[in-house]
């Protein structure tokens, strides 16, 4: 079983940045991918950013320029640098790690962006 823990969200003006942290425990290999997927009100969950335990990444067309993902495989912790935020960038923000051949998800973190 793997769980995963995220911080970091809130309430951020337009153009502002926030950083979004998900660490993960529990059982877990050293071949997986995690990544971060969101979903705004009366939208399907859609993917973000996803990096893989190599480093490769590929992000949302909505978000390339401005969000960054990393990881620390020492930590087992993934991030989510997030610039030049937007008000469609409000969402539940999820935390995913695929491992063992099974997706696992954080509980959710609010970020809202003023106008």
């Known amino acids: 079983q793997v769980q995963l823990v995220e911080s970091g969200g809130g309430l951020v003006q337009a153009g502002g940045s926030l950083r979004l942290s998900c660490a993960a425990s529990?059982?877990?290999?050293?071949?997986?991918?995690m990544g971060w997927y969101r979903q705004a009100p009366g939208k399907q969950r859609e993917l973000v950013a996803r990096?893989?335990?190599?480093?490769?990444?590929n992000y949302a067309d909505s978000v390339k320029g401005r969000f960054t993902i990393s990881r620390d495989n020492a930590k087992n912790t993934v991030y989510l640098q997030m610039n030049s935020l937007k008000p469609e960038d409000t969402a539940v923000y999820y935390c995913?790690?695929?491992?063992?051949?099974?997706?696992?998800w954080g509980q959710g973190t609010q970020v809202t962006v003023s106008s």
């Open positions: 995913n790690r695929f491992d063992w051949d099974k997706d696992y």
């Open positions: 529990g059982i877990i290999s050293s071949r997986n991918a």
């Open positions: 990096i893989l335990s190599g480093g490769s990444t």
